[in-house]
């Protein structure tokens, strides 16, 4: 089983990236899609997930309104859109499965290597 996030980069403050994350060696059916992030000297956070059977949301309060996490069940694939990026966003970006709905990284048994997203103003 394997993830892969793709889609970091350089970009200015108020600007726009859009996360992308592939699995490969099954399908995540039932399984919760997430997005976490970690700053320098900062532990991971919890960004965003989804259930990949309904494809209910939840967001960080600090991302919310701004990131929208979305999953392509046919190419299972889930992208997280990053729109009005502060320097406070920071990151590198991790991509998760796990088998419950959670806000803590522990819940998840599968991680993607990171996508570095570096804000500058």
């Known amino acids: 089983v394997q993830l892969q996030a793709s889609g970091g980069g350089l970009v200015q403050t108020g600007g726009s990236l859009r996360l992308s994350c592939a699995a490969s060696?099954?399908?995540?059916?039932?399984?919760?899609r997430g997005w976490f992030r970690q700053a320098p000297g900062k532990e991971r956070e919890f960004v965003a997930a989804i259930n990949w059977s309904g494809g209910g949301t939840g967001y960080a309060d600090s991302v919310k309104g701004r990131f929208t996490i979305s999953r392509d069940t046919s190419k299972n694939m889930v992208y997280l859109q990053m729109n009005s990026l502060k320097l406070e966003d920071t990151a590198v970006y991790y991509c998760a499965a796990g088998s419950n709905p959670s806000r803590l990284g522990s819940a998840y048994e599968y991680w993607g290597q990171g996508t570095q997203v570096t804000v500058s103003s």
């Open positions: 060696g099954r399908t995540f059916s039932n399984y919760v």
